[in-house]
C-alpha cells in the first residue's frame, strides 16, 4: 500500500517502522499545517492515510482524505460530539471512513469479554462496576476513548447503568478513574464488586506495537470500501 501518515508523533513513527517492515511504502507524511501546504497536493496517490494527531486536527485530516478521495483509519479519540456530522458526511459522499478507539486486537477481545460480563451481571444487581484507566501523561483526553468504549459498553449490556462520571457515583452509574503517570501505555480495568466478592478483568498494554499493527490491519481491511467501519467488521464480534 502507499500510505499517508497524518500525525507523525509516537504512534506515526511506530505505524511507520511496522508499515516499512511489511513493504509498504510511505508516501506522505503530515505533522503540521505547512506540511499540508507544502506536500499535501501528494494525498490523492495514497491507497489510505492513517490519522493519529489530536482531536481538533482530526476532523480536518477526515474531511481532507474524503476531499481527495481516500480512505482514512482514524486512531484519534476527543472528536466523537461530531460524529454523527462525519458519518453522514461519509455515507452520503460514499467515502471510507475506520475509526476505533482503539485498534488493539486485544483490546477488542477485551471488549467483547467486558460486554457479555455486564450482561451477565445484569440479572444480580448486588455487583456494581467501576472502571481504572491508567495512561502516559501526554495523553491529553481523559477519560481514554477506550475506558468511553468500555462504559458504554457496559450500559448497552446492562440496563441497571446509564451513565458514566468521574465522580462520586450515583445509582445507575459507573465510576471511572483517570491517572497519568509516567509513560504507562494503557491500563484499564473494570471491578464488578458485590458485599461478599468482586470480579476484575484487566488489559494492559506492554507498548504502541498492537495499536499501530491493528491500524495497519485495518487500512489493509479497508481497501475497495465504501463506509464506516470499525474493528468489530474486522473480527466478526
Known sequence: MKIALLGYGKMGREVEKIALEQEHSIVLIIDNENDWLEKGEFLKEC????EFTMPAIAIENIRRCFDANVPIVVGTTGWYDQFQEISDLCVSGNKTLFYSTNFSI???IFFD???RLAALLEAYPMYSPAMVEIHHTQKLDAPSGTAITLANDIIAANSRFTKFTEADPGPGEIAIQSIREGNVPG???ITWSSEIDQ???THEAKGRRGLAAGALMAAEWVQ???GVFTMKDILNM
Open 199 to 201: 470480579i476484575t478483568i
Open 224 to 226: 475497495n470500501k465504501n
Open 47 to 50: 491507497d489510505v492515510a492513517i
Open 113 to 115: 469479554i467486558n460486554r
Open 106 to 108: 486485544g483490546v477488542n
Open 187 to 189: 491500563t484499564h480495568t
